[in-house]
C-alpha cells in the first residue's frame, strides 16, 4: 500500500513564502513523474507543477518565476516551493505522483497516486 503525505501548507500574506513536501511510503519499487496540483474555491483543480524522475519540470503560466518545484529520488519527496504569493494563490495543494509497487517477485504494478491535501490560504 502507498500514501503520499503532504506538509507545509498554511496561512501566509501576500508576498510572502512558503514550502509544501509530499513523501511517498510505502512497497515502492520507484516513483515515477510527481507533481502539484491545486483547486481553489469554485474552480476545477489544476496542474501546478510536475517533475519527471530525471528532473524535467513543467509549470502552470501563472505560477512560473514564483514557485519551484524539486525533488530528492533518495527519500521519495517532492517539493513545492512558492514565493510572492498572492490572494489568488488560495487553495488546497494536492501532490500526485506516479508509483510502481512491488507486489511479489517479479510483479511490478504502475498507479497514479493523489496525496490527502493541504490548505495554502495568502491573506492579509
Known amino acids: 500500500q502507498v500514501q503520499l503525505v503532504e506538509s507545509g501548507g498554511g496561512l501566509v500574506q501576500p508576498g510572502g513564502s512558503l514550502r509544501l513536501s509530499c513523501a511517498a511510503s510505502g512497497s515502492i519499487f520507484s516513483v515515477n513523474d510527481m507533481g502539484w496540483y491545486r483547486r481553489a474555491p469554485g474552480k476545477q483543480r489544476e496542474l501546478v507543477a510536475a517533475?519527471?524522475?530525471?528532473?524535467?519540470?513543467t509549470y502552470a503560466d501563472s505560477v512560473k518565476g514564483r514557485f519551484t518545484i524539486s525533488r530528492d529520488n533518495a527519500k521519495n519527496t517532492v517539493y513545492l516551493q512558492m514565493n510572492s504569493l498572492k490572494p489568488e494563490d488560495t487553495a488546497v495543494y494536492y501532490c500526485n505522483a506516479d508509483i510502481t509497487t512491488a507486489q511479489g517477485p517479479g510483479i511490478m504494478t504502475g498507479d497514479n497516486y493523489w496525496g490527502q491535501g493541504t490548505q495554502v490560504t495568502v491573506s492579509s
Open positions: 517533475i519527471t524522475r530525471g528532473g524535467s519540470t
